[in-house]
């Protein structure tokens, strides 16, 4: 009991990590019909990006209050990592509307190498570590041989990501921009002859895509305290499995979908091997794919010709 | 154009001077723009560097040198392109829509593929000339490191070349095959010694049995959702590579695997050896010469299934597949079935070189068969031009040599410091290479393929048709 409740605590705090990033390629996928592969090494520079203005505000400004510097860092992680997607989607996804069927999802794939590889180069490969930002922690069930914790991390990470997400669920349905993005989700063209800028607006999907993105590379480095180039590979991927066994294209299917993944993955290292923790979760987006392809709240994929 | 040519002739055009300014004027706002979101974006992890002190602690270090060099290298591209490359691209762009859309058949590849196949199969000989003429001795170094390992290069990016370049399915995980044939081989040859000419075939056919495997469920798929699946099978793979101790000994991996013998005849320094049997002098030169003209072969064979097999209709098949799938399906072809053939093919391949490469290192490791192998891969496909064959090697060749040939160049390391190691850099220019292939030509850098068969006429017909691959309208009918 005591095993499951703490895994139950420890899945959703991971889980909460990778809705964040599923967003962003639900809504990449969902108004330009492209998989994002550059989204998850999106995530790992910002992770760096908060790792250095932590490093910067601690040691050059000197900042000791950890709430003023994690916010301090979440809002600068936020801004880089945003400037950084519009950057790539003016650089190397927009001239490519148009284009052949591949041509988008290559380009992406070469962004991903071009990102992980740039950090490696510039930061080095090693795993760069940072002393716990916050630390504490609450015994909820106090068995003396497993007391089940719940740290302050954990309690941050899901108030950062719940408020994070009830204001971004109020961007997309309650204002001009949420009602452009959704119309160009609908109908690209139609959207543009009711006069919507449509390159605006898949330019602002990027950004917000990336900006919730930003928020889990913080909160992975607040969590983990470690992090280094390669770490955008596997959240990216399994981000994309909770996108897709979500609904790709569904806002909220994302986030239930990042729950589930992180729950799978910690209730399989704590029942079974961690060893193989990774293969159940590349498992999960196989199966979803093959038996479920719409996922869990999506809508059936028609195609149009 | 007036404000173009102005800009580009400078002063000594007749064009008013307020043109010219106004070039300028848009060069330099464009400039610094450019530079401002460089200097953005870089801040953090180029004016930045995180090291490890004494202590084992994170601290800073500032590069603002650095920082300053690249962000003026931005500007200053900015600058370049706004006042002289864009405006010549729309001259070329009117150029030729001016000119009439006449493109006669080349006769460069005629000439160009016996050449190359003539150069290689004398290659090792050339290389022991020189040795001969210089008196060094680097022959090994050249046909090993050179030739061999393009030509693994090679052999992959035919093999993937299938999938992507012809059917259309973005494969990210196809090193997983290479995997399979490689530890095929090593287990294989390992535990019951059988030879290296019969575990080639069975490690191909091992490789295109785990395509059909995988293949089977997910080719229904959509192509995005194919390449993630791909990917993650890939991952699996390596996974179990890794963790499946018993059985392939995980990260430490497989040593001692037997190397490919003579006809039975070893090549080692004993008197049944090769050296012994030929009376020659024992030297690794042989093992090497014969290792360089199995993959030459196996290569050429890939080369020759692949020439033939886009003649047959599945062929065809294949690259209609990659045009338009749902024309394909309305036209009765069986997608599933001609996906399957071409992952099934590619996948044999891949098997072949996997166990060529086991069989010439003498080991494996799950290190060998990284996501990044993948993407190299994959950049050799993109960047030779996806379909094309001479691409696919003149591309393989130039991604190995550049790097063999950097990490030689002194001056280089003058330039960036003793510490500079242009493998480093490699995954960078490449993944780099990629987008700029997709944006500039998406037929390839360095040949471009035309689908087999055209259809004329239908600019005319259909103002908006699909494009081909090319991105670029469907004009003529060649056989």
New interface residues.
């Given amino acids: 009991m005591e095993v499951f409740v703490q895994q139950l605590i420890n899945g959703l705090t991971l889980g909460s990590i990778y809705g964040l990033i599923a967003i962003g390629y639900t809504m990449v ?1 969902g108004i330009i ?3 994002n ?1 550059a989204h998850g090494d999106v995530f790992m ?1 910002s992770a ?2 908060a ?3 932590y ?2 505000l601690t ?2 400004v000197g900042i000791g209050s950890a709430v003023v510097t994690l916010i301090a860092i979440l809002v600068i992680s936020m801004v ?1 990592t945003s ?2 997607s519009w ?1 790539i989607e003016r ?2 996804y927009r ?2 509307r ?10 992406a ?16 490969p ?1 795993n ?4 716990p930002i916050v630390s504490g922690e609450f015994v909820l069930m106090g068995s003396g041989s497993y007391p089940v914790t719940l740290s302050v991390k954990q309690i941050i990470i899901w108030i950062v990501t719940a408020t994070l997400l009830a204001a971004f669920w109020f961007v997309v349905t309650r204002t001009p921009l949420g009602r452009a993005q959704r119309a160009c989700e609908q109908d690209r063209k139609m959207a543009a002859l009711l006069g919507i800028d449509v390159d605006r607006t898949v330019s602002l999907t990027f950004v917000i895509g990336a900006a919730l993105a930003a928020v889990a590379g913080t909160m992975y480095l607040m969590y983990y305290g470690v992090v280094s180039f390669s770490d955008g ?1 596997n959240p990216g ?1 399994k981000a ?2 909770a996108a ?1 066994l979500g609904g790709i294209g569904s806002l909220p299917g994302a986030v239930v979908g990042g729950l589930l993944i992180g729950l799978v993955e910690t209730f399989w290292s704590a029942y079974f091997t961690t ?2 923790k ?2 159940a979760a ?2 999960i ?2 199966i979803t ?2 038996f479920l ?1 719409q996922g869990l709240l999506g809508r059936p ?1 028609v ?1 149009k ?1 | 154009m007036a404000r173009s040519d102005a800009a580009r002739s400078g002063v000594s055009a007749p064009a008013p001077h307020a043109l010219h300014a106004a070039a300028l004027g848009r060069a330099l706002r464009a400039a610094a723009m450019a530079g401002f ?1 460089a200097f ?2 870089f801040v ?3 004016g ?5 002190n004494m202590r084992n ?4 270090e500032t590069r603002f040198d650095l920082l300053a060099v690249l962000v003026a290298i931005v500007a200053g591209g900015a600058f370049l392109n706004t006042l002289f490359l864009e405006p010549w691209r729309l001259r070329r762009i009117e150029a030729a829509r001016l000119r009439a859309p006449t493109r006669t058949a080349r006769a460069g590849p005629k000439i160009f593929a016996p050449a190359a196949i003539a150069f290689v199969i004398v290659y090792p000989a050339l290389i022991l000339l020189m040795d001969a003429l210089t008196g060094h001795s680097s022959a090994v170094k050249w046909i090993d490191n050179f030739g061999i390992q393009i030509l693994i290069y090679v052999m992959l990016g035919l093999g993937l070349n299938i999938v ?1 370049g012809l059917a ?1 399915l ?1 494969d ?1 995980g196809y090193v997983a095959f290479y995997a399979v044939g490689a530890y095929s081989y090593a287990l294989l040859a390992k535990t019951f010694g059988f030879s290296f000419f019969l575990l080639l075939p069975l490690a191909g056919i091992l490789a295109a049995f785990w395509g059909i495997l995988l293949g089977f ?2 080719l229904r ?5 194919l ?3 791909t ?3 890939g ?2 793979i390596r ?2 590579l ?2 499946w101790i018993p059985v392939t000994n995980g990260y430490a991996g497989i040593s001692g695997i037997p190397r490919p013998t003579f006809f039975g005849i070893p090549f080692n320094a004993n008197d049944d050896g090769f050296a012994a049997t030929f009376g020659l002098e024992f030297s690794p030169i042989y093992r090497t010469i014969y290792l360089y003209y199995i993959i030459l072969a196996l290569v050429l064979l890939t080369a020759f299934v692949t020439t033939r097999l886009r003649k047959l209709p599945i062929g065809r098949a294949w690259e209609a597949l990659r045009e338009d799938e ?1 024309a394909c399906r309305s036209l009765g072809i069986n997608t599933t079935n001609t996906k399957l053939t071409a992952f099934a093919i590619g996948a044999l391949f891949g098997g072949f070189a996997g166990a060529f490469f086991a069989a010439r290192q003498g080991f494996v490791s799950p290190e060998s068969f990284t ?2 192998e993948s ?1 190299t891969i ?2 050799v496909v ?1 960047l030779g031009g996806m379909g094309s064959q001479m691409g696919v090697a003149v591309a393989a060749v130039l991604m190995v040599a550049c790097t063999e040939i950097l990490r030689d160049l002194d001056f280089l390391k003058q330039v960036f410091g003793t510490d500079f190691d242009p493998t ?2 490699r ?2 220019v ?6 700029a292939v ?2 500039w030509k ?1 037929r390839g850098f360095v040949v471009t393929r035309d689908p087999s068969i055209l259809l004329s006429k239908l600019r005319n017909t259909a103002p908006e048709a699909p ?5 670029e309208p469907i004009e003529e009918i060649r056989k």
Avoid: C, H
């Avoid at chain 1, 148009?98 to 380009?107: D, E, N, Q, V």
């Avoid at chain 1, 794939?109 to 080095?124: E, H, R």
């Avoid at chain 2, 930045?48 to 490890?52: A, D, R, Y």
């Fill in positions: 996928f019909g492209m998989v592969f520079v760096f990006v790792l250095i203005a490093l910067i040691t050059l880089m400037v950084l950057v650089i190397a001239p490519l148009g284009s052949f069927r591949l041509a988008p999802l290559i380009s794939v070469g962004m991903s190498i071009f990102l992980a590889n740039f950090v490696q180069v510039t930061q080095g090693r760069k570590s940072i002393p590979f991927v994309f499995t897709v060893d193989y990774d293969v590349f498992s987006l196989a794919l093959i392809p994929d195609e010709v | 979101i953005a974006l953090p992890l180029i930045f560097n995180t090291v490890q602690e994170l601290v800073l992507v259309g973005l990210l469920p997910v798929l959509r192509g995005d959702y390449a993630i699946v990917l993650a099978f991952e699996i996974l179990v890794i963790n749902i996501f990044m993407a994959l950049a993109v480093q850099y995954m960078l490449f993944g780099f290479a990629m987008v997709m944006i998406p494009r081909n691959v090319g991105g």
